[in-house]
Antibody, heavy 123, light 110 residues
Framework: QVRLVESGGGVVQPGRSLRLSCAASGFTFTNYAMHWVRQAPGKGLEWVAV????????YYADPLKGRFTISRDNAKNTVYLQMNSLRPEDTALYYC????????????????WGQGTLVTVSS | QSVLTQPPSASGTPGQRVTISCSGSTSNIGSNTINWYQHLPGMAPKVLIYGNDQRPSGVPDRFSASKSGTSASLAINGLQSEDEADYYCAAWDDSLNGWVFGGGTKLTVL
């Protein structure tokens, strides 16, 4: 069955970097776009970024552009989120989610989600 | 401040019907399909409704949704205790070139 397992979270000081990974299994990874979505403590879901099946198309939430980078390695069935210049407000549970489509299209949805990996930005 | 607006809370007793609203604009709900997600405590979010009003297999028909103009609503009939969760609407925003979520509605079953 479809499985998404996030890793790489932890405690990091403000200004430092962190790379999250999401290992996918149970489906043909190259047939789907992939997302990162986060949830800060006590807050709602916030979409972070999406990458198309081949990695050629990426989109980001406006506030995160320039600091976060989404990428994928189709040989390893893994999607990544590189987070630079981290701030305390980036503290959140980061979820990986599968898009229902191969490309980034508006008429789509997130059909499978991982359990998340917790990132805490604190000195 | 979320791009899509939802009431922060809703409640009902078992067996009741509850509706949750989601308000947006012409660049998101007005132009694109809307999806609804259920987020149970300690669990991964789950798609409840996609494409405005479509239920994935496995989602009970107690859950339904509709869209009109720049607003949408989720309805839960025959409320059950296991429906206690956070509910989020989401849509693609053409102006932002990205996905936007509502702030979420915490549903309490009294």
């Amino acid at each position: 069955q479809v499985r998404l397992v996030e890793s790489g979270g932890g405690v990091v000081q403000p200004g430092r970097s962190l790379r999250l990974s999401c290992a996918a299994s149970g489906f043909t990874f190259t047939n789907y776009a992939m997302h990162w979505v986060r949830q800060a403590p006590g807050k709602g879901l916030e979409w972070v970024a999406v990458i198309s099946y081949d990695g050629r198309n990426t989109y980001y939430a406006d506030p995160l552009k320039g600091r976060f980078t989404i990428s994928r390695d189709n040989a390893k069935n893994t999607v990544y989120l590189q987070m630079n210049s981290l701030r305390p407000e980036d503290t959140a549970l980061y979820y990986c989610a599968r898009d229902r489509n191969v490309m980034v299209v508006a008429a789509s949805f997130f059909d499978y989600w991982g359990q998340g990996t917790l990132v805490t930005v604190s000195s | 401040q979320s791009v899509l607006t939802q009431p922060p809370s809703a409640s009902g007793t078992p067996g009741q019907r509850v509706t949750i609203s989601c308000s947006g604009s012409t660049s998101n709900i007005g132009s694109n399909t809307i999806n609804w997600y259920q987020h149970l405590p300690g669990m991964a979010p789950k798609v409840l409704i996609y494409g405005n009003d479509q239920r994935p297999s496995g989602v009970p028909d107690r859950f339904s949704a509709s869209k009109s103009g720049t607003s949408a609503s989720l309805a839960i009939n025959g409320l059950q205790s296991e429906d206690e969760a956070d509910y989020y609407c989401a849509a693609w925003d053409d102006s932002l070139n990205g996905w936007v979520f509502g702030g979420g509605t915490k549903l309490t079953v009294l």
